[in-house]
């Protein structure tokens, strides 16, 4: 990336040069996002262990996912409790045939219960007002509020509901 924004600086190409930089801005957000994501569910997970549950965690790179009609290249961290499961798909387009994310998103995750399809969730990371990165859950209805940790820790104790 770095050498193709000095061809396009040497070639005059500002223009190429400031779409590599935004590229590049973009791709530092989508990374902080998803490892932000991946890391608290795997804290909690690790927390839920320490107070005597059972869950194995599973996290793999290079995954991916379909997202409307795109696809989304990522990771999937997996959390399995007994015969639950509860995994987590997050990523974003990586070449142009792949699509593009809607909703003037920067990337895309999927929360899903094996077994549980309506407690699944679609997470949208977009710019907040302020321009910081946030993830956004798209409900049914297509409005958007924000994702919280307490969010997370409900998806968890899903995971280990009884019933």
Known sequence: ???????????????????????????????????????????????????????????????????????????????????????????WPRTPRDGIVRGDGLACANIKHLGRPRRNAQLLLARSSSGAPQWLIIERTESRSPLSEDHLRDHISLLLAEN
């Open 1 to 91: 990336m770095a050498e193709a924004k000095r061809r396009a600086h040497a070639a005059g190409r500002t223009d190429i040069a400031q779409y590599l930089a935004l590229r590049a801005q973009n791709d530092l957000l989508r990374r902080t996002a998803i490892d932000w994501l991946v890391n608290t569910l795997t804290a909690l997970a690790a927390d839920a262990n320490r107070h005597g549950s059972a869950i194995q965690i599973e996290l793999g790179d290079a995954h991916n996912f379909r997202v409307g009609h795109a696809t989304m290249v990522g990771t999937k961290l997996t959390l399995r409790s007994g015969v639950r499961a509860l995994s987590i798909e997050s990523g």
